[in-house]
């Protein structure tokens, strides 16, 4: 996949409604604060595949309720410290959450997302604890995105 940050910026946000909001471990961000989460992504991250269905659909005429599921594989690269070369991982995740979309000008646009689970491995590992960050065998701690 090509990594144009920007144009990925462009993407997402001509389908967010501009009330979008996306809630991770208990906390909500608005546009403003989850775009720049996405470029970061994208920058640091190979991807090698990825995949997504719709568990379950509701809609009600103006709203519609999926319980989203994406797989993703590919490697990312982390920098701690004052290291010159960046940490490089493998990994492998399965995500679900729930999207809400919204009938604007009569195009479907997302107006919030939910993370609800994942299984993820990092190396063959599940790194992450309870508080959402990303664990290394030295102890070292990066916030996960």
Do not use: C
């Given at each position: ?7 990925a ?12 909001k996306y809630?991770?471990f ?5 546009l403003?604060?989850?775009v ?22 509701k ?27 960046p ?8 995500d ?13 646009k997302?107006?919030k ?16 604890d ?14 996960r995105?």
């Amino acid at each position: 996949m090509a990594k144009d940050a920007t144009r990925a910026e462009a993407v997402f946000k001509s389908n967010v409604t501009p009330d979008f909001k996306y809630v991770q471990f208990g906390k909500a961000f608005d546009l403003k604060s989850y775009v720049p989460q996405i470029k970061m992504s994208i920058e640091m991250t190979n991807y090698r595949r990825y995949s997504s269905r719709i568990v379950s659909l509701k809609d009600s005429g103006k709203t519609a309720t999926a319980k989203m599921e994406e797989h993703t594989a590919g490697t990312f690269e982390l920098f701690f410290g004052m290291e010159k070369k960046p940490t490089k991982k493998a990994f492998d995740s399965t995500d679900m959450f729930t999207e809400e979309d919204r009938k604007v000008n009569g195009k479907w646009k997302m107006s919030k997302v939910t993370f609800e689970a994942d299984k993820d491995s990092v190396d063959g590992d599940r790194p992450w604890d309870s508080q959402g960050h990303l664990r290394f065998d030295s102890g070292q701690k990066a916030a996960r995105s």
